[in-house]
């Protein structure tokens, strides 16, 4: 069984294919963590069932590794819950009251109840468990079972006792617009190393996910315990470790500037926070991550479609005549779904005005978006459409109307950002304003992808209209407001898809997911660039969840020269898009890109279905190489990336992954056959030269 409960003992185990996690009820009635590594027996856990102490000031040693940790008594860790009742008591005396194991939405699932010894608070902790990618989904429900408010100051989801190492390496990653998800890695020490977002999204200065090895774990090797949690707006995951070498990760929703008034009968559900152990490194981590999203996570498991996007072709500059042009060629090209950026309502002509006035301009498509439309699908293309539903101009009809639906503090300048203000769509009516006019939007118009972005951050977070004592809510409501609005837009058109965009990759995250098919993971396009980017957005999410696209070069980045090979070969290591201006490509590069999107046509589903296998032992030679492979490893693509040739020096042979021992294998465009053997052992020859070269291999089993 996937849960177990001994009851002599009183200890909780709940196993996986390759992991077991173990907790008990201790002689104070707390739950305490006991274990969580490879598989093992409740009975091996008993003696670890057992109070400890130092001195008078460290008399309950046992606390810091509570399995949720409840803020009162002599608590003085990172806090899981810390409440403030209505008699401005701050403490809380939490115990143990019973428990459940059922199923719940096809999950085994565990619920623990606790409550708190004086007043009417009931704390549920929900464990569902995934066993064959050994991970468990953790959330709590904190409920009122009062008359009187209870104040939630600190709402988090769950906390992660790792288990004793000889070293503790965190790896996170780091970033800012136009440089996200760039990997970082450090050695935890006595204190607290805090990972977060005070924004009012996921944000792409962080992203809410950790590891923690020995600091010894390899791409491939070595034990990994890794954490994602599945929330779009504040967050904060804290690692800490005590001077009694125990280490704790605790993870939910920021408790920067935010309290819950948790009304009588009321219940306050936290997002869920993902826990998991790899044994093979790194790499397993990150498979164990895709193969749960793509098959508990996303809405859909459709093949990812060839993308063209019109912004880097025509900005603001949008019209029925042009945008027409650009779908011919795309159309050329072999790709398949057709995007209008930015630009194609209201007096949209710039970023300063119309942003909020979702209104078909008319001076742009005067016979409406339905003759643009017509036109992409006879070119045997399906259409979609950029929209910001919740920021507004200032300089637009809908703000001038209604400019109390922003947030502001009425005693503050309301400041802008890319000339742009947020709506509070916690609002019923602005919230019913989004709906609506995105129902008539996708209810009119026959629109197959919509790309919804959020170019600005949440500042002077003031509510109007909502209650004084309820104004740190913001931060929760808006996201909550947008989960609604993003579940009901998929109810009522299930067939369209949805990419989540925030200013580049500042709104993704596990959360997001449960709506959104794919993401935008920055608004940098340089093809090297990307290749950092992408491998840190690799490590957590999927490859079919990612958004590339091959753009003009040099690029207004970086302004660096790279072949159209090295750009498609970039761009092809997720959902393949394009963002050049066609209308200046001449037949030959037109050309070319068809060959390589009827390349990527041949592998994508390798690339958005199979395992992907990070192959970093030619890093130190500037080699950036990615596999992908199908369950059996009979069919394999590889691409690999030479950053510069120093010395004349020829590259050693790249050794790959996952493939038959005994089996031979083809490799298109080398001679000869190869042994899955010699494949993974002596490796395939890299023949890249020079600055900024590139490779595909197709490898398949030669029957």
């Known amino acids: 069984m996937a849960i177990q409960y001994q009851e002599q003992h009183r200890i909780f185990a709940i196993h996986t294919n390759n992991s077991s996690y173990v907790f008990g009820i201790n002689e104070r009635e707390r739950l305490q963590h006991l274990y969580w590594g490879g598989p093992i027996g409740i009975e091996d856990c008993i003696p670890l069932l057992e109070l400890k102490g130092h001195s008078s000031f460290d008399a309950e040693v046992e606390g810091e590794v509570e399995e949720y940790s409840f803020w009162g008594g002599v608590s003085y860790t990172e806090p899981s819950l810390k409440v403030r009742m209505s008699d401005g008591v701050r403490d809380l005396s939490v115990r143990y009251a019973g428990h459940e194991i059922l199923k719940q939405n096809g999950k085994d699932t565990l619920v623990i109840t606790l409550k708190d010894e004086v007043y009417p608070l009931v704390t549920q902790l929900v464990y569902q468990v995934i066993p064959e990618y050994d991970l468990i989904e953790r959330s709590a429900k904190i409920t009122n079972t009062g008359d009187q408010d209870i104040i939630l100051e600190s709402t988090q989801s769950a906390a992660w006792t ?134 508990y996570v996303l809405p859909r498991s459709e093949t990812r479609k060839v993308l063209y996007n019109s912004w880097e072709a025509t900005y603001f500059d949008v019209n029925a005549q042009d945008q027409t042009a650009l779908a011919e060629r795309a159309a050329k090209m072999g790709v398949e779904l057709f995007v209008v950026d930015d630009g194609w309502f209201g007096q949209r002509n710039n970023d300063r005005a119309g942003l909020g006035d979702w209104n078909v301009n008319k001076e742009k498509f005067p016979n409406g978006l339905g003759e643009l439309i017509d036109k992409v699908h006879g070119l045997d ?49 602005v919230k019913q304003y989004i709906i609506d006019f995105m129902t008539e939007l996708l209810g009119n118009h026959e629109i197959k992808f919509i790309k919804w972005d959020m170019n600005r951050t949440i500042t002077e977070p003031g509510m109007k209209n909502h209650p004084l004592n309820r104004q740190k809510e913001v931060w929760v409501r808006h996201v909550q407001s947008l989960y609604d609005i993003w579940a009901e837009l998929r109810i ?33 396009t340089d093809a090297f660039d990307r290749l950092s980017i992408q491998e840190g957005f690799s490590y957590t999410y999927a490859p079919r969840m990612m958004t590339c696209w091959v753009t003009e070069s040099p690029t207004g980045m970086n302004h660096r020269n790279v072949s159209l090979k090295y750009r498609f070969h970039s761009a092809m290591m997720g959902t393949l898009g394009i963002g ?91 001679e000869g056959n190869f042994s899955g053997r010699s494949l993974m052992n002596i490796g395939v020859v890299l023949p890249l030269r020079g600055d900024f070269d590139s490779l595909m291999y197709r490898i398949r089993e030669h029957i």
């Open 580 to 670: 050049s201006n066609l209308n200046e490509w001449s037949a030959d590069q037109i050309e070319q890109s068809a060959e390589y999107i009827r390349q990527y046509k041949g592998i994508r589903h390798l690339v958005q279905f199979g395992k992907q296998y990070r192959l970093s032992e030619l890093r130190d030679k500037g080699v950036t190489a990615v596999q992908y492979s199908d369950a059996t490893g009979c069919d394999n693509v590889v691409f690999a990336f030479l950053h510069s040739q120093k010395l004349g020096e020829p590259l050693p042979r790249l050794r790959l992954n996952n493939l038959q021992p005994d089996k031979t294998y083809m490799i298109e465009g080398l």
């Open 492 to 524: 009522k058109f299930p067939h369209v898809e949805f990419e989540t965009c925030a200013g580049g990759g500042s709104r993704i995250d596990l959360g997001i997911f449960r709506y959104a098919d794919q993401a935008w993971p920055s608004d940098n």
């Open 381 to 429: 293309m399906k259409f979609g459409i950029w929209v910001e539903p919740e920021s507004v101009n200032p300089d637009s009809d809908l703000y001038r109307t209604h400019p109390d639906w922003v947030y502001h503090f009425k005693t503050r300048e309301r400041t802008e950002l890319r000339n742009q203000l947020l709506l509070n769509i916690s609002k019923p009516e």
């Open 162 to 295: 790792i288990p004793y190492l000889q070293d503790y390496r965190l790896t996170h990653v780091t970033g800012k617009w136009s440089g996200e998800f760039q990997l970082r890695n450090t050695r935890l020490t006595e204190g607290k190393k805090v990972l977060e977002s005070r924004r009012g999204f996921t944000d792409g200065h962080a992203n809410p996910w950790f590891a923690i090895d020995d600091g010894l774990a390899t791409e491939s090797v070595g034990q990994v315990w890794f954490g994602a949690l599945a929330w779009s707006g504040n967050w904060k995951i804290a690692a800490e470790k005590t001077p009694f070498n125990h280490v704790r990760v605790t993870g939910g929703i920021n408790d920067f500037d935010h309290e819950w008034v948790l009304s009588s009968g009321e219940i306050f559900e936290t997002p869920v926070f993902l826990g998991g152990l790899s044994t093979q490194g790194f790499g397993g981590m990150s498979r164990q991550l895709h193969q749960y999203q793509y098959d």
